[in-house]
Nanobody, 118 residues
Framework: QVQVVESGGGLVQSGGSLRLSCAASGITFSLYTMGWYRQAPGKQRESVARITSGGSTNYADSVKGRFTISRDTAKNTVYLQMNSLKPEDTAVYYC????????????WGQGTQVTISS
């Protein structure tokens, strides 16, 4: 059974930092591209940051230079370090695990709330 579980959300003041964690089980973690997405009220879910199985990363323009995605294959965990947080970063943050070979595998976590107060 595949599980993708986020943690680390919370309420912080503008300018503060948070680190989100996402633990995946039931998959061969090293093969998966892991991503963080977010959805603010009334808005579509958007990609925040992704890291491939080889360690390549990409970021949304809105978070470049402030957020860092990383992965620890030994712990089957991906992290999102968020610095210099802004009120517009307020959203539910979701972790995603994606892999393609002959089939397409795509798993989502339940989300963790991040709220930034001004």
């Amino acid at each position: 059974q595949v599980q993708v579980v986020e943690s680390g959300g919370g309420l912080v003041q503008s300018g503060g930092s948070l680190r989100l964690s996402c633990a995946a089980s039931g998959i061969t973690f090293s093969l998966y591209t892991m991503g963080w997405y977010r959805q603010a009220p009334g808005k579509q879910r958007e990609s925040v940051a992704r890291i491939t199985s080889g360690g390549s990363t990409n970021y949304a323009d809105s978070v470049k230079g402030r957020f860092t995605i990383s992965r620890d294959t030994a712990k089957n965990t991906v992290y999102l370090q968020m610095n210099s947080l802004k009120p517009e970063d307020t959203a539910v943050y979701y972790c995603n695990a994606e892999h393609r070979n002959l089939k397409y595998y795509n798993y989502w976590g339940q989300g963790t709330q991040v709220t930034i107060s001004s």
